[in-house]
Every structure is written in C-alpha cells, then in structure tokens.
C-alpha cells in the first residue's frame, strides 16, 4: 500500500529565504507526482506535476524534483514572499497495488515571515 | 472558465441527523471525486465517478454514507445519520482524464462540517 509522508510538518522562515520542501513515498511504481499548495478554508491548487519519466519541473520561482528510485521529491521555493504562506502537499497517482488512485501526504505548512 | 463548485461552504448539524453536499465540476470533466480532510491531513478519497459510474467507492462507510452523480455531470454527497466524527472538510474535485493517465485534479473550496 502506497503511504506518502512529508518532511517537516511545518516551518517557518524570514522572508526572502530559499528553502526545501520534501516529500517520500512507498512505492516507486508511480505515474506521477504532483506538489499542491492549499490556504486556509480553501481547495487545493495544483503548482506543478510531473511525469514518471521526468526529473524535474520548474514554474516561476518554484522548482520540483523526482527520484522516482529513492522514492523521493522535493519542492524548491527561491526567494520566499509573504504569499508563499500555506500548506504544501504531495500527492502521487499510481503504484503496483494502487494503479488508479491519488495519496496524499499530510502537507508542510509554510509560514514566511515579513 | 468556472472551476469546481460546491454548497454549503459550512454545515452545522446536530448527531444523527442527515446532511447532503452538493458538486457541480468543471464543465466536460469526465472525473469526479469526493475526498475528505481532517485537520492536518491530506485528502481522502471517498468516492471516484468516471463519468456517472462509481468505480472506486472502497473507502465509503456504506452504512451510512451514499453518493450519486446523476447525467455524470453533479453529484451529491449525502451522511444519515451523522456522527462527530463526521466532522471534517469535504472536498470536490474534477479532472478532464480518466485514471491511470491521471492528469492535475481541479478542487472546489470544500464544505466545512460540524457534528455537535
């Protein structure tokens, strides 16, 4: 059974700091992996996805990684801004025994502090 | 273009009574699903259409939750009787593929359920 987790469940930092969000999960056997950023009281919003045979995708100031064999990923964020603020969660679709379902990890939440 | 809509936003209701929330997807989405969120935790996948056909409904408690999407187009998500561990967010959301080819999943803004 796939099981997605994320590392650390919150952080904080000053703004304008570059940092790592991270993301493992069980089961390399994935279609794909997808970094969603979620405010409070909201729906989820896709940032970026990325293909199984892909290693990175980039939109704007973000920056997403896969190594599908260690069963990892990580969101880079440059230069962090107050609106940056959220939770940050991974989800992964596929593996051998959940071939057409999404697992979410738990998420980060970011705080960036003025 | 519209995105995923759902009502109530907020539902305060007492145990055991019922409650139904309402999706209406983004226009030609053939994907539907119901996810539920507890405080700090990611979704959970309640109940996936393909079109109006449920073809993952393992994680729904039968016993007291049902769903249905009439013409594959809205759909509604009904609890009877409810329980306090009900409470939590319920979300909505819609994609244009059909799995595995999974493409990015659009979500509504949840409904936000109390059981007192």
């Known amino acids: 059974k796939q099981e997605v987790t994320q590392i650390p469940a919150a952080l904080s930092v000053p703004e304008g700091e570059n940092l790592v969000l991270n993301c493992s999960f069980t089961d390399s056997a994935i279609y794909n992996l997808q970094w969603f950023r979620q405010d409070p009281g909201k729906g989820l919003t896709s940032l970026l996805l990325?293909?199984?045979?892909?290693r990175e995708q980039t939109s704007g100031r973000l920056n997403a990684s896969l190594d599908k064999s260690s069963g990892r990923s990580t969101l880079y964020i440059a230069a962090s801004q107050p609106g940056d603020s959220a939770t940050y969660l991974c989800a992964v679709s596929g593996g051998e025994t959940s071939y057409d379902k999404v697992i979410f990890g738990p998420g980060t939440s970011l705080s960036v502090i003025p | 273009e519209a995105g995923v809509v759902q009502s109530p936003r907020y539902k305060i209701i007492e145990k055991k009574q019922p409650v139904a929330f309402w999706c209406n997807p983004i226009?030609?989405?053939?994907?539907l699903y119901w996810y539920l969120q507890n405080l700090g935790q990611g979704p959970e996948l309640l109940i996936r259409?393909?079109?109006?056909?449920?073809?993952?409904d393992s994680q729904l408690p039968k016993d007291r939750f049902s769903a249905e999407r009439l013409k594959g187009v809205d759909s509604t998500l009904k609890i009877q009787p409810a329980e306090l561990g009900d409470s939590a967010v319920y979300l909505c959301?819609?994609?244009?593929?059909?799995?595995?080819?999974?493409?990015?999943?659009?979500f509504g803004p949840g409904t936000r359920l109390l059981v007192l």
């Open positions: 990325i293909q199984s045979s892909q």
């Open positions: 226009s030609g989405h053939n994907t």
């Open positions: 259409y393909e079109n109006e056909e449920a073809v993952d």
């Open positions: 959301a819609s994609s244009p593929g059909i799995p595995p080819y999974q493409e990015t999943q659009y």
